[in-house]
Nanobody, 114 residues
Framework: VQLQACGGGLVQAGGSLRLSCAVS????????MGWYRQAPGKQRELVAT???????NYADSVKGRFTISTDIAKNTVYLQMNSLRPEDTAVYYC?????????WGQGTQVTVSS
């Protein structure tokens, strides 16, 4: 199973980006899909998760600004990021869990300028 993340880039504060994570298998039955991020010099942190039933969870720092969603037909997980802030600058990674295995995408850089 492979995960291909894309959609990062450079954006001004207050702007928006949408990240995509294409999964090379059916995601309908996956119970855990999520986005994480890692800023320079910091540990990787959870941003948002979504279950197969549609239950979502967000880090406090992104609540109300970011939205995680899936397109089952496209086997893709999205992260819509609005009202971006300089502190959102990081490499963003998608992750899915299959059984007891964590699978990660390659990361996509998001840079927010002030």
């Amino acid at each position: 199973v492979q995960l291909q993340a894309c959609g990062g880039g450079l954006v001004q504060a207050g702007g928006s980006l949408r990240l995509s994570c294409a999964v090379s298998r059916n995601i309908f039955t996956l119970n855990f899909m999520g986005w994480y991020r890692q800023a320079p010099g910091k540990q990787r942190e959870l941003v948002a998760t979504i279950s197969s039933g549609g239950t979502t969870n967000y880090a406090d720092s992104v609540k109300g600004r970011f939205t995680i969603s899936t397109d089952i037909a496209k086997n893709t997980v999205y992260l819509q990021m609005n009202s971006l802030r300089p502190e959102d600058t990081a490499v963003y990674y998608c992750k899915v869990v299959i059984g007891a295995t964590n699978l990660w995408g390659q990361g996509t850089q998001v840079t927010v300028s002030s």
